[in-house]
């Protein structure tokens, strides 16, 4: 069940089969899972609106970028059960990652039940809230990043001579297979680099560019702006 | 079917279901596609033991690096079907990225079937055979320049305090992530990049340093680099 603000895209959303409101307190009647996915600017407003009618049945989880469990918490009654997440842009293509971190009314099986519903999704861990703004450096904005690279790949190749649409599509494989190997191999990222590296090989020319333009230290620099960026919104 | 020179891994190999020899000549007699995936020093020592067997039955699709298809059609007889192919590393996980490229003795149907071989191990395209160095230089090492991504990606959130294991996980899938919104969406990476980047956000902070660092060019630059490389060795 979903509670919409306008009428923009009611209808693909009934068509997909869901029920749409638009009254929030509609929502909490008739769900027991409560996704609080508006605008972090909203959200106190929203809260404090279905606060009498949230129960110890309810399960309230929140997307909204930098408002902590705390607060969350603190707008709702009767010893609520919060969970806090934060997932990515690539849900979209069912690759996303998603932490969450648990408030201190949740119920054993409660981080059981959002794993379940959010692994459609993509990857999924529990973390401390602390890591919730650090997953937002890395992973949030690092899809950003990690398009900017594929991008970037695909431009030395169409320097190089190769068409741009083969380029894209050869680069964004490229990342899809380093990651996969990574994920799937147990090995250690070092040892993974070193089967692709032959002594006077290509690869050793490519890496060796990597290290002059301090590629690795750049990338670093990126995760620590963002993350505490991230920590700056979330303690406004 | 499969030669192998010595002994190791021939129990692995067969108890897979497939044929072992120890005499090339036994693969040409038996099998009509014949893949030769030596190091490439040993490929010209190879193609001279077997010519006299092959026929305009056989495709002989080669994997070495930097050995051309006018070197290999030169080393048999009989205008040979010859493909050159370069596959990735990416291919031990099915998510491999490899062109190929057709000799002047090919018939129709030869990209075809080689499409429909490899197409489990993950992207196929022919290519001019100008473009195999390139794409040796963008992803046959661009699997390393991925991995090193990730690895920095993870030592970010490490540094801002998130566990490596954790780190690492959610390091891979953001390129995954990152590389499917790319392949899947049919829309042009930096209108996906732009969809990522609240004003103010967490990412704009990101790609701020990593432009600060030349990012772009560090990528390009190594992608050149290796490109330059496999062209080199390809016409030593």
């Known amino acids: 069940m979903r509670k919409l603000h306008g009428s923009r895209n009611i209808f693909d959303i009934e068509v997909a089969g869901a ?30 609106e279905i606060s009498q009618h949230v129960t110890a049945d309810h399960l309230i989880v929140s997307v909204a970028a930098g408002i902590k469990i705390s607060s969350l918490e603190k707008d709702l009654l009767h010893q609520p059960r919060v969970i806090r997440m934060m997932p990515n842009t690539a849900c979209s293509v069912q690759k996303g990652a998603t932490v969450f971190s648990l408030g201190m009314w949740c119920k ?3 981080a059981l039940l959002l794993q379940k519903l959010l692994t459609p999704c993509g990857f999924v861990a529990e973390v401390p809230e602390s890591c919730i703004d650090v997953h ?65 090989g290509t690869t050793s020319h490519g890496l060796h560019q990597l290290e002059k333009g301090c590629f690795r230290a750049t990338v670093i620099n990126a995760v620590e702006a963002a993350t505490m960026r991230s920590q700056f919104l979330s303690n406004q």
Chains 1, 2 share one sequence.
């Open 19 to 48: 029920h749409v409101t638009k009254r929030n307190i509609d929502v909490v009647e008739r769900c027991k899972v409560v996704f609080i996915a508006t605008k972090p600017a909203v959200v106190q407003s929203v809260l404090q």
């Open 108 to 110: 054993q099986g409660d």
């Open 136 to 200: 937002t450096g890395m992973s949030g904005s690092g899809v950003a990043y990690g398009l900017v690279f594929a991008e970037a790949l695909a431009d030395g190749a169409v320097k190089m001579g190769m068409t741009r649409d083969l380029a894209n599509k050869i680069a964004a494989q490229t990342l899809i297979g380093a990651g996969m190997m990574l994920l799937e191999s147990g090995q250690h990222v070092g040892l993974l680099k070193d089967n692709v590296v032959s002594p006077g």
